[in-house]
Nanobody, 129 residues
């Protein structure tokens, strides 16, 4: 069953911005490491950012650091990914995910797929030059 629902993808020109949203059931969102992943055309899925709902801490892949910001609204069980200064290389299907383990505070660095057990269906982001 699909637990997480992403939205906010679309098509923008390079330099533009988008904000992705990920709504999760409260029992999944609270006290877990939440992650954003993406799969670019012809490439494997990669971790982009994490947001730990307990302490509201974040971590990012080097490729998006200083451009993307993960955040969350705990009252709405919703995580966000604000993406600024988008580049054509950011074109990908973006997925949100929640950790398999409750209380997992996110490892250092970008998220790793094996640590996440709940996934959304993805939202497409296309950046044109």
């Amino acid at each position: 069953a699909q637990h997480l629902v992403e939205s906010g993808g679309g098509s923008v020109q390079a330099g533009g911005s988008l904000r992705l949203s990920c709504v999760a059931p409260e029992f999944i969102y609270n006290g877990r490491c939440m992650g954003w992943f993406r799969q670019r055309p012809g490439k494997e899925r990669e971790g982009v950012a994490t947001f730990y709902t307990g302490y509201r801490t974040t971590q990012y892949a080097d490729s998006v650091k200083d451009r993307f910001t993960a955040s969350g609204d705990n009252a709405k069980s919703t995580m966000y990914l604000q993406m600024n200064n988008l580049k054509p290389d950011d074109t990908a299907m973006y997925y949100c995910a929640a950790s398999r383990v409750y209380g997992y505070e996110c490892n250092p660095g970008p998220p790793q797929s094996l640590e996440f057990g709940y996934w959304g269906q993805g939202t497409q982001v296309t950046v044109s030059s």
